[in-house]
C-alpha cells in the first residue's frame, strides 16, 4: 500500500487523451473543452495515474458500465492516489454490490418519497428566505459561501434531526473526504472517524429518548432477516446522508445561479414563466451535473469496443455523459425548455440517487425563493469564481453583485 501519510505530487497534464487528470487546475475551472477531446479520440481512455484509470466518454458506455455489476464492482466510488482495503459497510447502499445492494438501498427510500419532500418543502422555503434575510441588503454576497451551500446542510441536518448549527463542521467533513481525501488518506480517515463519533453521540442519546427523524428511523430498522442493522451499517448510511445530501445539491444550486447571473434572458423567462422551473432545473441538472462516481474493474471485459482490464478503477463521469452531442441535442448549449431530456445527473443503473427528489425539490425552491427576491444580479468583476476539485463540481466562490450596485 502506498504510504498514506505521503499525499501523491500530481505533475500537470500535457496529454489528455492518454494522460488525464480530474483533479489537474485545467479540468477543475473548464472540463466541457476536454471532455470534447476525449469523446472525440475514444469512447474508452485510460490513464496510469491513480494506480490506472479508464473513462468512459459517451452516453452509451457510461451507461453501459453503470448497468454492469458483474465486472464493475461500486465497492470503492471516488477514485483516488491509493486503494487502502474496503471496510465492510463503508456507505450502504452506494458501496454495496449485488445481492447486498437492494435491501441496503429499499431501507433508505422511504424517507426521500415524493410526500416526505412536499412535507419538508415548507422548511425549505424558510431556511432560503433566513439566508437571503442575512446578506440582501449588503449590495453583494458570496453566493456559494452564504447561500447554495447552507441550503442542503440545513435540509439534510433538520432531516437526521442534528442541529442545524452544526453545519461548518460537516461541511469541513465533505472538503476533508471528497477533495483533500483523493490525494491524503490521513485527512479521509480522520474525516470518516469524526464523523463516526458524532453519530455514535446521537444513537446513544436516541437509545433513551427516540426522535422522529433519519437517525432514529435507521435505528429501528431491520434487514432481511428481521434482525436490527450492524451498527456499522447505521453509521455507514448516516455518513452517506451527510456526504452525498450536502455537497452535491450545493454543487448543484451555486451553478444554476452562476448560469443565471451569467445569462439574463435565462432569468428574464423563469420569473416571466414561473411554471419553466421543473423542466429548468432537468436541464440545469443536465449541463452542470455535479457528481462523478467511480467502479472499479473487477474482471476484464469489452465497453463499447475497448477492451477494459481488471485492477483498475473507472471515472464514471455522469456530467461528461451528459454533454454527449448523439444523445442530447445542441449538447453544450442549456436550452431551459427542453422537454426530452434523460439525464443522468442522478446516476444510471442499481445506484441511481436515493435523494433525487429531495435534490429537485431543494433546487427549484432555492432558485424560485432567490428569483422572487433577487430578480436582478450578475457576476461580481472583482470577484472570482472558484470551482471545487474532483468528484463533485460545483462553484465554491460564487461573487455577485444584487440588484441597485450592478
Known amino acids: 500500500m502506498s504510504d498514506v501519510s505521503q499525499p501523491v505530487a500530481h505533475p500537470p ?51 453501459a458500465i453503470a448497468n454492469d455489476t458483474e465486472h464493475f464492482s461500486s465497492r470503492r466510488i471516488i477514485v483516488r492516489d491509493v486503494r487502502p482495503e ?8 452506494i458501496t454495496s454490490d449485488p445481492p447486498v445492494h437492494k435491501p441496503a ?13 412536499k412535507k419538508l418543502e415548507p422548511r425549505m422555503r424558510a431556511i432560503c428566505n433566513e ?23 440545513r435540509a439534510i441536518a433538520h432531516m437526521l434531526g442534528i442541529p442545524e448549527s452544526d453545519s ?26 469524526e464523523m463516526s463519533e458524532y453519530f455514535r453521540g446521537h444513537i446513544e442519546a436516541r437509545r433513551s429518548k427516540p426522535t422522529d427523524d433519519l437517525i432514529s428511523y435507521l435505528m429501528n430498522a431491520k434487514d432481511k432477516e428481521g434482525q436490527p442493522l450492524e451498527e456499522s451499517h447505521v453509521l455507514g448510511s448516516l455518513r452517506l446522508l451527510l456526504i452525498a445530501g450536502i455537497d452535491t445539491t450545493w454543487s448543484a444550486i451555486g451553478s444554476s445561479l452562476w448560469h443565471l447571473a451569467r445569462t439574463p434572458v435565462d432569468r428574464a423567462r423563469l420569473i416571466a414563466e414561473p411554471g419553466l422551473m421543473p423542466t429548468a432545473v432537468e436541464e440545469l441538472l443536465r449541463a452542470y451535473s455535479p457528481v462523478t462516481m467511480a467502479r472499479e474493474v473487477v474482471k476484464d ?20 455523459a451528459n454533454r454527449d452531442p ?53 457576476l461580481d468583476p472583482a470577484g472570482t469564481v472558484t470551482w471545487s476539485q474532483g468528484t463533485v463540481r460545483g462553484p465554491r466562490q460564487l461573487p455577485f453583485l444584487l440588484g441597485k450596485a450592478m
Open 168 to 193: 461548518d463542521l460537516f461541511i469541513n467533513w465533505i472538503h476533508m473526504i471528497l477533495e483533500l481525501g483523493i490525494r491524503d488518506e490521513t485527512k479521509l480517515m480522520q474525516a470518516v472517524q
Open 13 to 63: 497534464v500535457t496529454d489528455w487523451v492518454n494522460d488525464f487528470d480530474h483533479t489537474d487546475p485545467q479540468w477543475t475551472d473548464d472540463p466541457f473543452p476536454i471532455w470534447e477531446e476525449l469523446r472525440a479520440a475514444s469512447p474508452i481512455v485510460h490513464t496510469e495515474r491513480f494506480l490506472g484509470c479508464y473513462m468512459p466518454t459517451t452516453y452509451e458506455a457510461v451507461r
Open 326 to 378: 448523439k444523445m442530447f441535442p445542441d449538447a453544450d448549449k442549456v436550452v431551459i425548455d427542453r422537454r426530452e431530456n434523460r439525464h443522468a445527473a442522478f446516476g444510471l443503473g442499481i445506484h441511481r440517487c436515493v435523494g433525487s427528489n429531495l435534490a429537485r425539490m431543494e433546487m427549484q425552491v432555492a432558485l424560485e425563493e432567490w428569483l422572487k427576491r433577487i430578480p436582478d444580479f450578475a
Open 105 to 117: 438501498k429499499q431501507l433508505l427510500l422511504p424517507p426521500f418519497t415524493p410526500d416526505a419532500m
Open 131 to 153: 439566508l437571503i434575510d442575512g446578506f440582501i441588503a449588503d449590495g453583494k454576497v458570496d453566493a456559494a459561501a452564504r447561500y447554495s451551500k447552507y441550503i442542503p446542510v
Open 86 to 93: 474496503v471496510a465492510r459497510n463503508a456507505a450502504p447502499p
Open 301 to 320: 471485459t469489452t465497453v463499447s469496443g475497448c477492451p477494459v482490464k481488471a485492477g483498475n478503477m473507472v471515472l464514471l463521469s455522469f456530467p461528461a
